[in-house]
């Protein structure tokens, strides 16, 4: 939300900067303390193209923009089975994949801090889909999209080496190449260019510090 706001106000060359995305938070403070809720101060550390989303989102106020994307992520989690139901098969096993997600920590905790984590695996879907549909074409592209976490995105990427299906490839760069001008109008060039080392970075920086809550993360990553 707060990252939206700054494209939305032209600031969006400061997106991955820690201070100054603290000067946006008295704008909507306020509104949170108005409902007992506590402002936390988190990093944004997404594709900057990510942002084409947030920065109308940021438009609306952080209870509503809040909602709906709420909305938007329980939609994607319902609708990915369906998608995916010739793949699954129906009956039992299609059920749980609709009712599992429920019962699964990352996904709950996805949905409640507004992470981009079910638009990536919706995305994830739809390219495998494509690839069993023989659409490699629409498949790098829809992979190229899911670069908004690129650490689940690039074995995918090496699995399209492997399996020699060079149009997805070449689709893939291709969407990947015209995704970073879209980031680099939204944020300008160097901070576009610099996003994955805000990404790096983000991963070593204590907690307080706006970093990531490593120890805290319900995965094997976080065991480890």
Request: proline residues 5%; contains cysteine.
């Amino acid at each position: 939300y707060r990252a939206g706001q700054m494209v939305a106000n032209g600031q969006g060359g400061e997106v991955y900067n820690y201070d100054k995305a603290r000067d946006y938070s008295p704008s909507w403070a306020s509104e949170l303390a108005a409902v007992h809720e506590k402002l936390v101060l988190k990093r944004f550390v997404s594709a900057p193209y990510v942002l084409l989303i947030f920065a109308p989102l940021s438009r609306l106020s952080h209870y509503l923009a809040d909602l709906v994307w709420y909305g938007i992520n329980v939609c994607l989690m319902l609708a990915w089975p369906l998608l995916l139901r010739r793949a699954i098969g129906s009956g039992g096993l299609l059920i749980f994949a609709l009712l599992a997600p429920l019962l699964f920590i990352p996904v709950i905790v996805a949905i409640v801090q507004g992470q981009t984590s079910i638009l990536t695996l919706f995305l994830l879907a739809l390219g495998y889909l494509a690839v069993r549909e023989k659409r490699d074409v629409r498949a790098g592209l829809l992979f190229a999209l899911a670069g908004i976490k690129p650490q689940f995105v690039l074995p995918v990427l090496l699995m399209l080496i492997v399996a020699k299906k060079w149009r997805a490839v070449r689709a893939f760069l291709s969407g990947s190449v015209a995704l970073l001008g879209v980031s680099a109008a939204l944020v300008g060039w160097r901070t576009a260019l610099s996003y994955p080392a805000a990404w790096v970075w983000y991963n070593v920086l204590p907690r307080e510090m706006g970093g990531a809550h490593v120890e805290g993360i319900p995965n094997i990553r976080g065991m480890l």
